[in-house]
């Protein structure tokens, strides 16, 4: 049997809902590539030959796709640094589902486009490079239809950053421990970005109720694991909001 890849979200912990909604909903936002942080993404050098009106048909064509970005690094301090606001927010560990397409974004020279290669397999091509500077982020995409703004995923941890805030950090952890209880939180600290991570693990659980009255039947846990799953089933969906 194949082992599934781990693949690795990096967050900040201001854009609190949206690290809500990936958390709890189980799901990340596939963005338009004119939303990436990278200027030069999607943008390519075009032969002069080609007609005007074949530049905007692959225009139309670049933007009918929606990306789904992150890493294969768990741990890199450039990482931590640019898209956890100098490790304060967070990492999220995750897996994609068995039949979700991934690709490894190349960090060589884009090829210039001309007439004939105004193709939908030219664009996700395109939308699969970077310039080498990106590399240090070890990425890896999605690429999604225009009406598929969120990619369903199974998250397996949460790491936070050596500098994430406390208040923050706490809220979190409450709301974890009430729709996510078997979910592993886990802290780094400041010398982990440059000795190698080294993390402390808490897993808080809250056990569910058997309904049958078993010798494992506890009336004092609480009745919380089918409502959980009954809230990512039916949050999960990644058409439309």
């Given at each position: 049997?194949?082992?599934?890849?781990?693949?690795?979200?990096?967050?900040?912990?201001?854009n609190?809902?949206?690290?809500?909604?990936?958390?709890?909903r189980?799901?990340l936002?596939?963005?338009?590539?004119?939303?990436?942080?990278?200027?030069?993404?999607?943008?390519?050098?075009?032969?002069?030959?080609?007609?005007?009106?074949?530049?905007?048909?692959?225009?139309?064509?670049?933007?009918a796709?929606?990306?789904?970005?992150?890493?294969?690094?768990?741990?890199?301090p450039?990482?931590?640094?640019h898209?956890?606001?100098?490790?304060?927010g967070?990492?999220?560990?995750?897996?994609l589902?068995?039949?979700?397409?991934?690709?490894?974004?190349?960090?060589?020279?884009?090829?210039?486009?001309?007439?004939?290669?105004?193709?939908k397999?030219?664009?996700?091509?395109?939308?699969?490079h970077?310039?080498k500077?990106?590399?240090?982020?070890?990425?890896?995409?999605?690429?999604?239809?225009?009406?598929?703004k969120?990619?369903?995923?199974?998250?397996?941890?949460?790491?936070?950053?050596?500098?994430a805030?406390?208040?923050?950090?706490?809220?979190?952890?409450?709301?974890?421990?009430?729709?996510?209880?078997?979910?592993?939180?886990?802290?780094?600290?400041?010398?982990?970005?440059?000795?190698g991570?080294?993390?402390?693990?808490?897993?808080?659980?809250?056990?569910?109720?058997?309904?049958?009255?078993t010798?494992?039947?506890?009336?004092?846990?609480?009745?919380?694991?089918?409502?959980?799953?009954?809230?990512?089933?039916?949050?999960?969906?990644?058409k439309g909001?």
């Amino acid at each position: 049997m194949v082992k599934q890849e781990v693949f690795y979200k990096y967050k900040s912990l201001d854009n609190f809902e949206f690290l809500l909604d990936l958390i709890l909903r189980e799901r990340l936002y596939a963005a338009k590539y004119h939303e990436l942080n990278d200027p030069m993404e999607g943008v390519v050098k075009v032969d002069g030959t080609t007609p005007k009106d074949k530049v905007q048909e692959w225009d139309k064509l670049i933007g009918a796709f929606r990306i789904v970005c992150f890493s294969r690094d768990k741990d890199h301090p450039l990482m931590w640094s640019h898209y956890t606001n100098g490790a304060r927010g967070c990492v999220v560990e995750f897996q994609l589902m068995a039949e979700q397409q991934v690709h490894r974004v190349s960090y060589l020279k884009k090829p210039a486009i001309t007439e004939r290669h105004i193709t939908k397999e030219k664009a996700k091509e395109i939308l699969t490079h970077k310039g080498k500077p990106w590399k240090y982020e070890s990425e890896s995409r999605c690429l999604l239809r225009e009406n598929e703004k969120f990619l369903p995923i199974h998250i397996k941890s949460v790491t936070f950053g050596s500098r994430a805030e406390k208040s923050k950090v706490d809220m979190l952890l409450h709301i974890i421990s009430l729709c996510k209880p078997d979910l592993k939180v886990r802290f780094i600290d400041e010398q982990s970005l440059v000795g190698g991570i080294k993390v402390s693990i808490r897993n808080t659980r809250i056990y569910v109720r058997n309904r049958e009255r078993t010798q494992d039947y506890c009336p004092q846990c609480t009745d919380v694991k089918l409502a959980q799953d009954d809230y990512v089933l039916r949050h999960r969906g990644w058409k439309g909001s």
